[in-house]
Structure formats: C-alpha cells, structure tokens
C-alpha cells in the first residue's frame, strides 16, 4: 500500500537522536535547529524522559477518561507552578490543533455566540474549526469555509475595536508571536486592547501557546511578556517533548460540565508521564533561563552577518530575515553542514526552534556554517 503523499520530504531517514542531535540511517550526525516544528523541548532521547516513558509503559500504558488517573492531576499541578498561573482549570487532549479546537468550543459554549476573530498570517491548525482561522487557503475544502470567521490585520487595534462593536463575537484568538506566520509580535496595546475588548464584550480571549509556549520564548507563556491574562491558553507541541499530548488551560470563571468536552488518547497515562517529565526537566535544568540568555547570544552572533537583515522572535523561537528567499540556503545548510532549520510562509525567513537545552558551541557551530554557506550562495 503507498503512503499518501502529502508531504514534500528531504531524502534523509533519522534513526536515532540525543541531545541536540539526529542521525541518519547511514550513521550521519546532524544539527536539530528545528526541533520537529518546536516539539522537541527538552532533547532527544533524554535520559529521565526516557525513563520516565519506560517505567509507565511497563505498568500501565492506557485506560479511559472513564475512571480516574491520579497523573493528570499532578501534572496540572506542576504546570500551574512551573508557569506561574493562577485559576485555570487543564483538559487535556492529544495535539495543537485539536487543543485549539476545544478551546473555540469552550468559547462558543460560554457566550453562546459562533463568530471567531482571527488575524493575517495566523496558523491554528489543520482540522476543521481551527484551519477556518488559519490564514492559509490552499489547505481549505469547502467543508471548512462555513465557519462564522473573521480575519483582521495583525496588531491593528482600531480594526479589532471595530468588529468588536457589534457584540456577536465568541472570541478573539491569536498566536503572541506568530510561528508559520513569519515570528511577527504586535506591540503590548494590542494585546492589552483584546484583552480589555474581550472584558467589554463578553467574548473569550484566547491565546495560542502552542508553539511559543513552554519555556521557548524565554517565559514560559509567551503572553506573560505583555502583561495580560488570556481566559483560555492551548498549548501542545513541547509539552511532550515528541510524544503526542496537548492541553486546554480554561479560566476558572468557565464552568464544566459533563460531556461538554471529551477525548479517548488524550490524558493517558504514557502522555502524563512523558508531560510531568518534560516539566522535571525543564525546571532542574534551568531551560528557560537558557533560552532567555541564548537569545541575547544569537542576536550579538547575527549581527556578525550583513546577510541577515532582521532577527525576530524572542528566546529560542528565533527568525532570520533575509532579503531573498532561504529554500536553497536551507537545502545547503542540511545537506553541506548536516544542519536542520525550518521555514515559514515568509519565504525569505529561516526559522530556528531547538531543543532548549542547546548550548552556545551548539550555535557557534552554526554560525560558522552560515556564514560559509551565505558566501557560497
């Protein structure tokens, strides 16, 4: 039987990683600045994680949301610390897109109103609800574009203040600092603006943390930055380190209800112990202290580089800005320096998403191969 081909894919097959590194069939080492679209968090093959995974296999990998499991309790519990919040309740569930797929459920239930706000350039998943607030049409059928959307300019708050006025929108959803977007930031008013909008309306705020949360940014909610307090966070990508988790974080003010919300994989005993490891480590290892100072590192190393016209992002979410398009430099970096780096829909942007328990020598080798290959281009 083939695959169903809808992946362009590089002719490299990894077999093994550890740390910041994958290797290939052939034995080949490689670089991961990308960390599988930002998933891998704490490094590949990480000792404790390993373990971690091993020891509950071996117990008790699934059972149903029907009876109780004392792991997700204590995994809300670690995270509610580690992020430094405060009255949200967590309902977990198995990726990104079906965590911001409750999260426009909950705001529905809640206000009891169907318009969603979005913004240019926003990439919120693939499935249903969550791809009609994906500012990507190529990848929606018809089926997806009966969704009651509106797509307004990132960052405009006199856009936002007006679609707001009519009083019939469920929520506000925005990624802090866009990922496939291109790593574009509004200014802190505009978020403080959604937020007040959100208060005046009775609409839900809600942020997409599902990339730039967990410590990448160099807080670990990318939102914490701009002073606000979203009603609803979805988070996924690092919070498994590579296994398949996702979360709601849904403010206490919201009220549950049976059946309102429901999942078979998600909250499983395997995900827990992959989640509440990856958070161990993150706090023992002081990873989002490492991405803070790191950043400051990589914008002093780009500097180095008059080929590089912008930085953006912040933490380890970081964008280089060219001013041509990076398809070939990336194919270089990969191929001549065994070197993985991402992509956005700004063609002429490298993305670079590491594990973030990357070091400097890491980045110096990077740099080093950079600027060769911008020599070469």
């Known amino acids: 039987m083939e695959l169903f081909d809808v992946y362009p894919l590089y002719d490299i097959t990894p077999v093994k990683g550890e740390g910041c590194y994958v290797y290939d069939e052939n034995g080949t080492k490689y670089l991961d600045l990308y960390g599988g679209h ?34 997700q309790q204590e995994l809300a519990d670690k995270l509610e610390k580690l992020a430094g919040i405060e009255n949200y309740q967590l309902f977990l569930c198995n990726s990104g897109a079906e965590a911001n797929e409750n999260a426009l459920k909950v705001a529905s239930f809640e206000t009891g109103k169907s318009k969603i706000i979005y913004f240019d350039n926003a990439f919120h998943g693939r499935t249903s609800g969550v791809v009609a607030v994906t500012d990507n049409e190529s990848i929606k059928a018809p089926f997806n574009k009966d969704h009651h959307v509106v797509k307004l300019p990132f960052g405009d708050a006199e856009a936002l203040t007006e679609a707001m006025q009519e009083g019939d ?66 988070i996924a990508k690092g919070m498994g380190n590579g ?90 970096l990969l191929f001549n320096y065994q070197i993985f780096t991402g992509a956005a829909s700004n063609k002429k942007l490298l993305r670079i998403l590491p594990p973030l328990n990357i070091q400097k020598e890491h980045f110096e080798a990077f740099f080093k191969a950079l600027k060769t290959a911008l020599e070469n281009h």
């Open 38 to 71: 930002a998933v891998i968090s704490i490094g590949h093959s990480h000792p404790e994680y390993v373990k971690a995974i091993s020891d509950q296999v071996s117990r008790l990998g699934f059972y149903s949301n029907s009876i109780k499991n004392l792991m």
């Open 169 to 234: 929108v469920a929520a506000i959803i925005f990624e802090i600092i866009q990922g496939v977007g291109g790593l574009d930031e509004a200014e802190t008013a505009f978020y403080k603006k959604a937020e007040k909008l959100c208060e005046n309306y009775g609409a839900i705020l809600i942020a997409d943390e599902v990339q730039a949360g967990y410590g990448r940014t160099g807080d670990f909610f990318a939102f914490q930055k701009h002073g606000i307090r979203p009603d609803i966070i979805s």
């Open 243 to 332: 296994f398949p988790i996702g979360g709601v974080l849904i403010d206490n003010n919201i009220k549950a209800k049976y059946g309102m919300l429901g999942t078979t994989f998600g909250g499983n005993h395997l995900a827990c112990a992959a989640g509440i490891s990856v958070l161990d480590v993150i706090e023992k290892e002081n990873l989002i202290e490492n991405a803070s100072e790191l950043s400051e590192y990589i914008q002093q190393k780009a500097k180095e580089i008059p080929q590089i016209k912008k930085v953006k992002g912040r933490g380890l979410m970081i964008g280089l800005e060219f001013d041509f398009e990076v398809a070939a430099l990336r194919k270089d």
